[in-house]
């Protein structure tokens, strides 16, 4: 059964950062992580909670740490339930809608959260394309209805996608999952893969389903990563804006001080899973990059050159153990920083090309 929760972006950095290229320098290249990217070796780690050899029989796959990508993948994450609710925006373009749909907390038994998010709908008759949003940290505490992407949404929107920001659980007013913490918000993750699949079953809104893509931004990029490893071919292609890493240890290392507020929470980690230091294996099975041999999907990436909180080393990483992966995946640099201002409208509209591209009509 899968986890509850994934990524550990708890709060905005700065670190030394490795120069990204020139604009206009190739972004393909060949070389791919090493061993050292991972601790120690390459390959992710899957322990089993019984002896496979006096259970399972010898040669038998051994069940995968119950929070880990591996276990998102095993799990039954179906989805569905989309209800279109008041409307908040009417633009000339698009109608934007609040919504709720269903996910599935796994766990000593699998139970259905209801999730909240925005919906913008283009005017106009579908079947539409459509992209799931995956935003980026900010504070449940402090978190509000669609917050994170609302430029992005509308752009899309004006595009003739149908938008659906995905509000994440314990965030607005999607149910609480008390152990997403803990677990490393792979929840999150599961959020998403929810949502797709609320979008092509509905009714309601006319979605193509061989069309829905996945955009995330900086903590929504790493859950973007783990939702298309663990459920190849339901997205028609990704995204990621200023993403943080893909290797959740370097994300814990970066975002989480040792100090308060995050020492709590550190603590809590130490005590159920060990510091990365401690059992770099469990890191490993929670990182997305173990598992991109198993992205079907094109992927595109987008970073500023001078982003203060995802450092572009991370984005030039990700790309290489992508491409060494086999992973059609493109990198496109921005004279910019983590939000995006000057180079929005620029790097917009790459997306907007990607998009096209990957999801022909």
């Known amino acids: 059964m899968a986890a509850s929760g994934l990524l550990l972006v708890l709060t905005a950095c700065t670190g030394t950062e490795d120069p990204a290229p020139r604009e206009g320098a190739p972004s393909a290249t060949t070389s791919g992580p090493t061993d050292a990217d991972f601790g120690r070796s390459g390959e992710p780690s899957a322990e089993s909670s019984t002896d496979a050899s006096t259970d399972a029989g010898v040669g038998a796959t051994p069940a995968p740490d119950p929070i880990s990508v591996a276990a998102l993948a095993a799990a039954d994450l179906p989805g ?71 430029r992005e949404r509308g752009y899309l929107a004006d595009a003739g996608y149908v938008a659906l920001h995905v509000d994440y ?5 999607s149910d609480k999952d008390p152990r997403v913490e803990t ?86 980690i130490r005590g159920r ?29 987008v970073h500023g050159r001078s982003d203060e909180t995802c450092p572009p080393r991370w984005a030039s990483a990700t790309h290489r153990a992508l491409r060494r992966a086999g992973v059609d995946a493109t990198l496109e640099w921005y004279d910019d920083q983590h939000a995006f201002g000057p180079a929005f ?13 990957s999801m022909p009509g």
């Open 183 to 268: 677990a490393v918000r792979l929840g999150y993750s599961a959020d998403v893969i929810a949502a797709a699949r609320a979008l092509a079953r509905s009714e309601e809104v006319q979605v193509d389903a061989d069309r829905i893509a996945l955009f995330g931004r900086s903590m929504g990029g790493g859950v973007m990563l783990k939702a298309l490893a663990a459920e190849p071919g339901l997205f028609a292609a990704g995204v990621g804006w200023a993403s943080v890493s893909s290797l959740e240890a370097e994300n814990f290392e970066h975002f989480q001080a040792s100090d308060a507020p995050t020492a709590q929470l550190r603590a809590e």
């Open 345 to 357: 409208t620029a790097a917009m509209d790459r997306t907007v090309a990607f998009l096209g591209s």
């Open 80 to 150: 569905g339930g989309l209800a279109v609710g008041a409307v908040r925006e009417q633009a000339a373009t698009y109608t934007s809608y609040d919504v709720t749909f269903d996910a599935t907390v796994s766990g000593r038994g699998s139970r259905s959260v209801t999730i909240s998010g925005v919906l913008n709908v283009p005017t106009g008759r579908g079947p539409h394309p459509a992209v799931v949003l995956a935003h980026g940290y900010i504070d449940p505490a402090d978190y509000e209805r669609g917050q994170g992407m609302t």
């Open 169 to 173: 659980r314990n965030h607005a007013e």
């Open 273 to 301: 899973h060990g510091l990365p230091a401690d059992d770099p294996a469990f890191w490993r099975g929670v990182s997305a990059r173990p598992h991109f041999d198993q992205i079907a999907e094109p992927v595109l990436m």
